[in-house]
């Protein structure tokens, strides 16, 4: 795997690199906030996802509750597979999390950060190829997009299913 450039070090010493594609710039959060965010983790497996609450706003999420009262539509964002619920009419929130998640090369030993973004954690979406469908995580999947939805940006959709 080619390692774009070293991020920082996680709590337990551990260096953490970016990757040329690595969703963090997507996201727009910064690498200071990202180096600070990695000195609260302390990763031990092959695959982390961390939420780490800051105690204070950091920025904007745009995963959000939904209910009844949305409108809700879906759509194709730029390079997935399946469709995306979105929330029209509604705005990012401020938040005082960042979800990191990371992945072990194990060539080397080390991290590299997969994505960073704003607020916390999310399932992964029903339509994904990694999961089994019919499955606890397939549920957990269908639960959580039902009560959740991305604020519609129409300069991530492909098109709308």
Known sequence: MSLKKLLGSCANGIKV??????????????IALIKEALLKISP???????VIN??????KTNCVS??????????????RK?????VLNRE?????SLTVILKKDHNSGNYILI???FGDSSEKEPWDPSIISGSEEHQKAKDFWATHALVYDPSTIAQMA
């Open 82 to 86: 399946g469709p995306t619920p979105m």
């Open 54 to 59: 800051f105690n204070r706003i950091i920025g």
């Open 66 to 79: 939904v209910d009844k009262t949305d409108t809700v539509v879906m759509a194709y964002r730029h390079g």
């Open 92 to 96: 990012p929130e401020d938040c005082s």
């Open 115 to 117: 994505t960073a973004f």
């Open 17 to 30: 690199f970016d990757r040329p594609n690595s969703h963090s710039n997507v996201h727009s959060v910064s």
């Open 44 to 50: 031990n497996k092959n695959f982390v996802v961390e």
